[in-house]
């Protein structure tokens, strides 16, 4: 079964900037959009982006609207996530997963990456 391998997490200061990166584990053969979410410590996983597959069109939590975006390059299978002005509040694990159609759930978690915001 395929699962996403994320990487690029790291301890950075408040006003910093990461680049997270996620790849699939082997070939999908065919996805609707790939997202990302965060799991904070004591809180429930959340949303935090996502990007299709045709056409590229990106959604963000307005948590992260203006700070970060979302880009994938589908000749290398690869979906990122710049993001900058990091908060103390930005911490967390950070997962990639992705959905094979519009009305399916998101799966084939990853391990996630950790993002450690310092203040």
């Known amino acids: 079964q395929v699962q996403m391998v994320e990487s690029g997490g790291g301890l950075v200061q408040s006003g910093g900037s990461l680049r997270l990166s996620c790849a699939a584990s082997?070939?999908?053969l065919s996805w609707f959009d790939k997202g990302w979410f965060r799991q904070s410590p004591g809180k429930e996983r959340e949303f935090v982006g996502s990007i299709s597959r045709n056409g590229g069109s990106t959604r963000l939590a307005d948590s992260v609207k203006g700070r970060f975006t979302i880009s994938r390059d589908n000749a290398k299978g690869m979906v990122y996530l710049q993001m900058n002005s990091l908060k103390p509040e930005d911490t967390g694990v950070y997962f990639c997963?992705?959905?094979?159609?519009?009305?399916?759930?998101?799966?084939?978690w990853g391990q996630g990456t950790q993002v450690t915001v310092s203040s």
């Open positions: 997963a992705v959905r094979t159609s519009v009305s399916s759930a998101f799966g084939s």
């Open positions: 082997g070939q999908l």
